[in-house]
């Protein structure tokens, strides 16, 4: 579950063996360990990579940029197509995987995923390095990604006092009405959210959310539904991330962020976007979870184009972790001709 394909890194601390001696506050395994003098060990995680002016295997360009330097402040990864002169492109808002506590913008693998991603759809992509546990549980990453939608929409503003301070890739080749936002697992459930308070909250200049790109999306809840296992269902791994990365959710597992088909969660109806690519795999613990998330945005009366791609015999994340395989490389061009 959640990162799954991950080695452990050999970077997780630099003096791993002294840390054997400490005690232990808590741990979320085989994910991440805090220990009581404050030493985090993030057990998964892949390296940090520089970003590129222009990758050798695609052509596409990434930098580094600060989104806020307010408290808290939020930075980003943005990538953008090699063929970008005298070009408007798509902007997908995109958040990784990672169970809110491993990984980045500036990791390895998300790197890798973004450059092949922004190749084959032609479009901007704008990586969010959200807060992560221990430090900020959540709803801090929710918050992250709310900032960073309003950032984006303060670009379409022409108002010459504005204290926002904007991308120029963005402002030179983004088309502000092909705004999407997306992300896998997690990520997937961050944007879902975002499309939600989208909703019912107006974004700067009204801009308007055209997709939401959700990525086998960390859905749950208390009671059992489809293959998932009755037995060892309040033991499950997926409740465990839950209580550790938000602690102080009101009704727990069943809260709305992590089950939008909970009883009295707020209407699908209201989904602010226009459009939705909800991916499955086979081998996905949430695979039933999505397809209940799919039927009740299609029973909800929301009036969006609801799109659901079943990749088959496959476990999430595949594709930002096996690229090199023919499903993966399939992945990829579906996630793309919804990108436009």
């Not at 307010?70 to 997908?92: E, G, Q, T, V």
């Not at 109806?269 to 939705?276: H, N, Q, V």
Request: hydrophobic share 35%; aromatic share 10%.
């Amino acid at each position: 579950m959640f990162l799954t394909h991950f080695v452990y890194s050999t970077k997780m601390s630099m003096n791993s063996c002294s840390n054997t001696n400490k005690e232990i506050e808590k741990e979320l395994l085989p994910l991440i360990r805090v220990y009581k003098d404050g030493t985090i060990e993030r057990l998964m995680s892949s390296s940090i990579v520089p970003p590129s002016l222009q990758d050798p295997q695609t052509g596409v360009s990434s930098k580094d940029i600060v989104i806020s330097n307010n408290n808290p402040s939020l930075s980003a990864r943005i990538f953008l197509p090699k063929s970008h002169h005298n070009h408007k492109f798509p902007i997908l808002l995109y958040f990784h995987a990672g169970a809110f506590c491993v990984e980045s913008p500036f990791s390895f693998f998300c790197h890798r995923y973004l450059n092949l991603l922004v190749s084959e759809s032609n479009i901007i992509a704008v990586s969010i390095d959200y807060r992560l546990l221990p430090q900020h549980p959540l709803p801090a990453a929710y918050e992250d990604g709310w900032t960073s939608l309003q950032w984006v929409a303060s670009h379409t503003s022409n108002d010459p006092n504005s204290s926002i301070e904007k991308e120029q890739w963005l402002q030179d080749y983004g088309d502000f009405n092909k705004v999407y936002i997306g992300g896998d697992v997690n990520g997937a459930n961050l944007a879902h959210n975002l499309a939600m308070r989208a909703g019912t909250e107006t974004l700067p200049n009204n801009l308007k959310i055209l997709g939401a790109l959700l990525c086998c999306p960390f859905f749950w809840g208390s009671k059992p539904i489809g293959s998932e296992p009755v037995e060892e269902h309040e033991n499950s791994l997926a409740i465990k991330v839950w209580n550790f990365v938000y602690p102080n959710a009101k009704g727990g597992i069943d809260n709305p962020m992590v089950n939008p088909c909970a009883i009295g969660a707020p209407s699908l109806a209201t989904l602010g976007c226009s459009k939705i690519l909800l991916t499955i795999t086979d081998k996905d613990e949430f695979r039933d979870r999505d397809v209940l998330y799919y039927e009740s945005v299609k029973e909800s009366g929301w009036q969006g184009q609801l799109e659901l791609f079943e990749a088959g015999d496959e476990e999430h994340g595949f594709q930002i972790f096996k690229p090199e395989t023919d499903g993966a490389k399939q992945f990829i061009k579906r996630l793309a001709s919804f990108l436009v």
